[in-house]
């Protein structure tokens, strides 16, 4: 009886040993890459090919969903589907009131409804970026309005 019990241990930690490694690998890099080196957040230097820009935000951590997995999927696609010679192996990181997001063409924002922006951002981002205007003052209070109700709903 004794046996038994024991191969029947040594197999359920087999399992869970398999299991807790699948889902790591499924994760892509883990906590440990900056002890050895690795920074998941270094940006890439242009060399001619398409780079995807995910746009950071300090508010919260949820817009790291599925990074690097969704950025090299993407570059894959794009280069096997278009004539867009994209990076699949690397991508870049930017926060909005960062002044190199815009040497690049494309930037994305992932989990938009755990944003919520600070004035600066904001303003950062508008000032001769995204929009050429002065005027922008109503652009601000709509957009901390709208972040204001996305917020209120996610609680309700």
Known sequence: MLVPRRRAAWIAAGLILALSAGITAQRGRNRFDRFFGFDPYANVDYDGRFVLERIRYTSGRSWRADYP???????????NLTAINARDDA???????????????????????YWHPSDAEVRHGLEGNLCRCTGY?????????????????RQS
Request: proline share 4%; aromatic share 4%; no cysteine.
């Open 91 to 113: 991508s870049n990181v930017h926060t909005l009131d960062d002044a190199d997001l815009l040497r690049f063409p494309l930037a994305y924002l992932t989990e938009p409804g």
């Open 69 to 79: 997995t969704m950025e090299q999927n993407l570059g894959a696609m794009l280069r």
């Open 137 to 153: 003052e109503n652009i601000v209070r709509s957009i901390q309005h709208a972040v204001g109700e996305m917020a209120g709903r």
